[in-house]
């Protein structure tokens, strides 16, 4: 049923001779095409470098850093105490 619904192809067309295919002429980077690519890459890299700042810290932060320190160092010494005299002797 199918084939009667469907259209006849025309099998006498014929397409005119097309020319032979010409080989493709092959393009060479010249060198200031590569000294420019390299450069461009180069660029590229270094723009994308990270960035790292030698901080330094100033006396007053150092002084502050070492006073924490000493409190922190204090706190666990009197929380160490506080856990030895509540435990029960034997």
Do not use: C, K
């Amino acid at each position: 049923m199918n084939t009667s619904l469907s259209a006849q192809v025309d099998q006498t067309h014929h397409h005119p001779p097309s020319s032979p295919v010409r080989a493709a002429t092959v393009r060479r980077v010249s060198l200031p095409d590569r000294v420019a690519l390299h450069v461009g890459l180069a660029l590229i890299t270094w723009s994308r470098r990270p960035h790292t700042v030698d901080v330094r810290p100033n006396t007053v932060d150092l002084y502050a850093r070492n006073e924490q320190a000493r409190e922190r160092a204090e706190r666990e010494r009197e929380w160490q105490r506080a856990t030895f005299l509540t435990q029960p002797r034997r």
